[in-house]
Structure formats: C-alpha cells, structure tokens
C-alpha cells in the first residue's frame, strides 16, 4: 500500500517514465528534468490535488503545466517565489482577478488576461500561462503590478521556462 503524497519524476528506463512512489506518470514535455540532486530538492503534487485544482479552477490546466505541477508543485527547483504551485493557484488566480478588476475599473481593458492561469508570484509580478483549449505547451508571461501593468512575455513555451530555471540549478550544483 502507497502512503503519502506520490512524487512521480521524468527519466526512466524508457526515457519518458520513471516509478517514484506508487504509480508511473508519463512525461511528454519535461523530460529534460533527469538530474538526480534537482530531483531530491523538488516535491510534486499528488493527481488527485492537482485533478481538484483543475475542478475548482473550472478550466483546463495545460499539460505541460499539469506534468510540472505533478513534479513540483509543491517545492519548485527555483527559490524566488512568494506564493507557488497546485496549492496557491487558485488563491493567485482570485488575487490575479482583483489586480485586474481594479486596473478596468480605471479604465485599462486587459482582455488579454481573461483566461490567465497564475502558478507562480514573486514580489510584484505575477507568472502566468493563457489556459486555452489546444495549447499543451503555452507561452509563459509575467504581469507586473504598477500604476500601470505591464505584461511581458518570458517565453514562447511553458517547457522552456522550466528549462531555464532547471539550467540554472543544475549548473549551480556543478
């Protein structure tokens, strides 16, 4: 019998699998993730909190995201957050709402962050994907809070997001 929180990890036998815990989870996005000493600092959330998350978002969560949440989405390989993963998403999605709920009311649209889906905050700045039907791999942005926000886009691919802050830990550990 399984007890705990599974904390399924890329890089098996087969490339794509690997057992951790009780079950196998299947890694098309960030298989790149394979190193043993970032893999002991991360902790990913279990399906079932993440399937929750999903219901209680009420849209779907990318693929990518919902691989990166099941592998660390509740300890990331990055230190610079504030508010992080499966847990505090939906607190930073209603957070995020009233950041911009207030910036229309001042007359700034925003239309582009209607189907904005945070999983990351770090001081002033919200990290976001736009959770749309199709995109498995969405562009990552960031929305910084100021009299006026910006919005920038990090890149073109959530995956590559991971794979900058996964370079950086890992050759921190060289």
Not at 115 to 128: E, H, I, V
Request: glycine share 8%.
């Amino acid at each position: 019998m399984c007890r705990g929180p599974r904390h399924d990890r890329p890089g098996g036998a087969d490339g794509g699998v690997r057992r951790v815990g009780c079950d196998t989870l299947a890694m098309k996005y960030l298989t790149f993730v394979a190193n043993e000493n970032v893999l002991k600092a991360v902790v990913g959330s279990s399906p079932q909190d993440v399937d929750q998350l999903e219901r209680d978002l009420g849209i779907p969560i990318p693929a990518v995201l919902r691989e990166y949440l099941l592998l660390m989405g509740e300890t990331p390989l990055y230190a610079e957050y504030d508010h992080h993963g499966t847990r505090e998403m939906k607190y930073l999605r209603e957070w995020l709402g009233e950041w911009v709920e207030r910036y229309r009311n001042e007359g700034i649209a925003l239309r582009e962050m209607e189907n904005a889906l945070p999983f990351d905050k770090f001081q002033d700045t919200f990290f976001y994907v736009p959770a749309q039907e199709g995109n498995d791999d969405p562009p990552v942005y960031a929305f910084d809070i100021h009299e006026r926000p910006t919005i920038r886009k990090l890149h073109d691919r959530f995956s590559e997001f991971v794979a900058e802050k996964y370079e950086a830990k890992v050759n921190s550990h060289a």
